[in-house]
């Protein structure tokens, strides 16, 4: 469930960081940035790990709890994209709530290419 969490966050932040950037708030738009792209690194360093050390090559979405989906496959993805739409500062407030923190929470996003089974 870790590396689905680092996944879910590198999928899904995108919107927060473009409704920040939209209102010109620069030190948020730098840090979000920051923080995606070592999100991003996370998930390649430990897919390399499940793939060479853990020898988990398979599908891991069995390990997924309903509660897990239910609040890192619909609820936060819901309240990340709702930006694109609606980039109110409601709306981002809703999105960091369900957003904090989530990398270490794990959460996954389903047929994801790093996610499912690696060469
Ligand atoms: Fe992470």
């Known amino acids: 469930m870790f590396q689905a969490g680092e996944?879910?966050?590198t999928s899904d932040l995108l919107p927060l960081i473009m409704a920040v950037a939209g209102e010109g708030r620069i030190e948020e738009e730098i840090y979000l940035t920051s923080f995606l792209w070592e999100e991003a690194k996370h998930v390649e360093f430990f897919?390399?790990?499940?793939?060479?050390?853990?020898?988990?090559?398979?599908?891991?979405?069995?390990y997924l709890t309903l509660s897990y989906r239910q609040l890192f496959?619909?609820?936060?993805?819901?309240?990340?994209?709702?930006l694109k739409t609606d980039p109110s500062v409601e709306t981002q407030i809703r999105s960091r709530a369900a957003e904090r923190d989530p990398p270490h929470r794990a959460r996954r996003k389903?047929?994801?290419?790093?996610?499912?089974f690696s060469p």
């Not at 496959?73 to 709702?82: C, K, M, Q, W």
């Open 73 to 82: 496959l619909i609820e936060l993805p819901s309240a990340l994209n709702a």
């Open 110 to 116: 389903p047929a994801h290419p790093l996610w499912s």
């Open 47 to 62: 897919r390399r790990w499940l793939d060479d050390v853990a020898v988990a090559r398979g599908d891991l979405e069995h």
């Open 7 to 9: 996944e879910g966050v």
